[in-house]
């Protein structure tokens, strides 16, 4: 039987939204499908972008890469 790799890409951004009982209170959005090739560079293009367009304070970043094998 055959098996191969597949991998998938996600940028996790967090953004503080406001207070809540005056600690911060943060939001996670996830921007899914990103290229596997993805450069440095161009990753920081996309992190400089989307906190220029987003009127919360970018506090975070993850790039989270999952990979299995499919049989």
């Not at 993805?38 to 790039?63: H, M, P, W």
Request: glycine share 8%.
């Amino acid at each position: 039987m055959a098996s191969y790799l597949t991998s998938k890409t996600n940028f996790i951004f967090e953004f503080e939204v406001g207070m809540e009982n005056g600690k911060p209170k943060k939001k996670r959005v996830t921007l899914s499908g990103v290229r596997n090739d993805i450069t440095a560079d161009e990753a920081n293009q996309v992190i400089d972008g989307i906190s220029n367009l987003i009127k919360y304070n970018l506090t975070g970043f993850e790039r989270v890469v999952y990979e299995g094998v499919i049989q």
